[in-house]
């Protein structure tokens, strides 16, 4: 647990959430003359997206597609 003021919560917000990402700290309290009157913590359960695979079934690639790489070749010649 951890108790920080309201300026510091305003200037050291990104540093204050990373310390819950990694959870160096479980819960922050915002205080506001020496009294807490806010407490941050993590939404529990946030599922994590994938991005690898994430157009998987989306479209499908030709069977010739590796063929037409000599066709590309010829027409720029020796400057690919």
Do not use: C, Y
Not at 35 to 62: D, E, W, Y
């Amino acid at each position: 647990m951890l108790q920080v003021n309201m300026f510091e919560a305003k200037s050291d917000l990104s540093a204050l959430v990373k310390s819950l990402e990694t959870h160096k700290e479980d819960k922050i309290f915002i205080a506001r003359n020496g009294k807490p009157i806010v407490q941050m913590t993590l939404i529990p359960n946030q599922p994590k997206k994938k991005r690898i695979g994430s157009a998987k079934g989306k479209f499908t690639i030709p069977d010739a597609f590796d063929s037409w790489d000599n066709e590309i070749e010829e027409m720029f010649g020796d400057n690919v």
